[in-house]
């Protein structure tokens, strides 16, 4: 690990819209002028002399080996629970049913607690600590808050979280374990976004969104990661699953960095996917809109990408970034979902929630459609653990068989039907 920087590359903060610069080191979360989303800039041509693959491979494997790249200036401040360095995995078998010579997964679910927003939550509470505040908020559909509460109760910080009233009980106990502050309020998701930052202003409390600046900073790390893992090559496509679109806003600045960087040659296509239940970037995205709508009745499994209002976000960025990449949105139903949830879980080990598997049913879509090439470079991120999420999937899943005593299961077993037999 890095034991201390000597001097930061850190420039200033730049509106993602109107380009007006900011200190990075002040409270400042979204563009006072145009009210768009902030972005952290850094020396590109200082950090191309200082930086070189060989000195990131020699580090610690989670997010913080790209320290001169993350917005904490003193590591001594760095909360961390071994987030990131999540494997990059070829599939085989799903890849040789959908008939792609070159499937990844970005497995998301490894994170400490079981989703990307770990990498955020590290760099967003160190950075928390680093400028002295008292406390830190999110409002969340309940992984960002999981991992809030965690990251905060490992800070000594304290920590209020807001929560919808649908949010699976599985997040909620996750949350409630680390002994946070949580409001479960009866208002839909976007009036609690707007309630964090009513919250920063009024008091110390450090609000660490799925937008803020310095959650992008840590989720950016993804990019990185599957540049580093394919040999420092980029993919052709990469897949997201979107809600308020910090996500995918975050992996591409991360591929752009590595681009402008000269750690790759190219830039990769971002896909955007979201359920047909609640796709309000899909529909801005479609009709060529560059502000995506509120969408009427959000319906979907997908509970965490459900946010009917990400213009308050990053639905913007969002249809910015997908035309600079050349890349696409479409949106995918509940059942496709379903299905992919189980593809994903019985041919490649992997239990991921529905708003994951959101990126594997919109690959099928895909190919099914002509879209991508079967022989393209894709790398679908499966965003959080299946673990977190059952209520949709519970139901649809072949029951234990009941049996009584020994007696009983012998009898059973010699009736059965074994194919491997
Ligand atoms: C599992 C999962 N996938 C995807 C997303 C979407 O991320 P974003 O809101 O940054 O678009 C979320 C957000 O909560 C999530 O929890
Ligand atoms: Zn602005």
Redesign the pocket.
């Known amino acids: 690990m890095v034991k201390y920087l000597r001097r930061t590359y850190i420039q200033k903060l730049s509106c993602s819209e109107c380009r007006q610069v900011f200190n990075p080191d002040i409270w400042i979360f979204r563009c006072p002028h145009c009210n768009a989303p902030l972005e952290i800039i850094y020396d590109y041509d200082s950090l191309r002399e200082k930086i070189s693959k060989l000195q990131f491979q020699q580090r610690v494997n989670n997010i913080w080996r790209y320290l001169e790249l993350l917005p904490v200036k003193n590591p001594s401040n760095i909360i961390s629970l071994n987030e990131g360095w999540t494997p990059l995995i070829k599939s085989q078998n799903l890849s040789s049913i959908l008939k792609v010579k070159n499937l990844y997964l970005k497995d998301e679910t490894r994170n400490p607690t079981w989703?990307?927003?770990d990498r955020g939550t590290s760099v967003g509470v160190s950075k928390a600590l680093e400028l002295k505040a008292k406390a830190v908020c999110c409002a969340?559909?309940?992984?960002?808050g999981a991992s809030m509460a965690a990251y905060s109760a490992k800070a000594k910080m304290h920590c209020i979280i807001l929560i919808s009233k649908n949010t699976p009980i599985e997040k909620i106990v996750q949350i409630l374990i680390h002994e946070p502050t949580v409001f479960l309020i009866e208002e839909p998701y976007p009036k609690l976004y707007k309630l964090v930052y009513w919250l920063s202003k009024n008091y110390p409390i450090y609000p660490i969104q799925?937008d803020t600046p310095q959650r992008i900073e840590g989720?950016k790390t993804i990019a990185y990661e599957i540049c580093e893992q394919l040999d420092w090559q980029q993919p052709d496509y990469v897949i997201?699953?979107?809600?308020?679109?910090?996500?995918?806003?975050?992996i591409w600045k991360g591929f752009k960095e590595f681009y402008q960087l000269g750690l790759i040659k190219r830039l990769p296509k971002m896909i955007c996917v979201q359920s047909e239940g609640c796709a309000p970037i899909v529909e801005a995205f479609l009709k060529g809109e560059s502000t995506p709508k509120p969408w009427p009745n959000s319906n979907t499994i997908a509970h965490?990408?459900s946010?009917p209002n990400?213009n308050l976000?990053?639905g913007k960025r969002v249809l910015k970034l997908l035309r600079e990449s050349e890349g696409l949105a479409l949106a995918v139903s509940d059942d496709e979902i379903l299905n992919a949830q189980k593809m994903l879980a019985s041919k490649e080990g992997i239990f991921a929630?529905p708003?994951?598997a959101a990126s594997i049913a919109a690959l099928k879509k895909l190919i099914d459609m002509g879209a991508v090439d079967r022989d393209e470079r894709i790398v679908c991120i499966i965003?959080?653990s299946g673990l977190?999420d059952t209520k949709s999937i519970v139901n649809t899943l072949t029951s234990p068989l009941k049996v009584k005593n020994a007696i009983q299961f012998k009898t059973l077993i010699q009736k059965f039907n074994f194919n491997f037999l």
Request: glycine share 12%; proline share 6%; hydrophobic share 25%.
């Open positions: 989703s990307f927003k969340s559909t309940g992984n960002m799925s989720q997201v699953p979107t809600s308020s679109g910090g996500n995918i806003s975050a965490s990408i946010n990400p976000a990053s929630e708003a994951s965003t959080g977190k």
